[in-house]
């Protein structure tokens, strides 16, 4: 068969006055408009192709048409893709930027009132505070032989500031 399509190259199709031919003729026609077909050959080989059965990957133009369609459609999809990961980005750094606001401004506060009970404390009452092992036991006082007279309450130490004495020069 081979040898047969070496010898006849060239194939010629003739339309009667039949009916049939000419809707035929007018359909070819119409679909040379309407496609990719650039000569009446191009349709007769795609008619043949598809009219026997052969895989239309086997035939080079049809399978470079699909190949670009298909270069096309996944070109969309990838952007599409980009498009949609690229929102989920600026969605997520929006709430970590929100996050991180809230935890800005709560360790604002959180410095506010550390700031402020430190200002409470007097440095006067810093440097009265003694070193605890230059303390001297007091004696006890009795209340008992204590007679109408109002013993003052012995201030309490904080033992914060007693540690943070120790770090204190003396003369300060």
């Known amino acids: 068969m081979a040898l047969w399509a070496k010898n006849k190259a060239d194939f010629s199709v003739a339309f009667t006055e039949d009916p049939a031919d000419r809707t035929l003729l007018a359909a070819v026609e119409k679909e040379l408009l309407l496609t990719k077909y650039q000569t009446f050959s191009n349709l007769c080989k795609q008619a043949l192709w598809q009219f026997l059965s052969v895989s239309e990957s086997a035939t ?98 904080d033992p914060l500031l007693e540690r943070l004495s120790s770090l204190l020069p003396q003369d300060f």
Do not use: C
């Open 60 to 157: 080079s133009a049809s399978g470079f048409i699909r190949l670009e369609q298909r270069i096309a459609e996944l070109a969309v999809k990838f952007a599409e893709f980009e498009h949609n990961v690229s929102a989920e980005e600026v969605s997520r750094l929006e709430g970590l930027e929100h996050h991180l606001n809230k935890l800005s401004a709560q360790l604002s506060q959180l410095q506010e009132s550390v700031n402020s009970k430190f200002d409470r404390v007097s440095f006067a009452q810093v440097s009265r505070v003694v070193d605890p092992d230059a303390v001297e036991s007091e004696p006890a006082i009795d209340n008992d032989s204590v007679s109408g007279a109002e013993v003052a309450p012995r201030e309490e130490t």
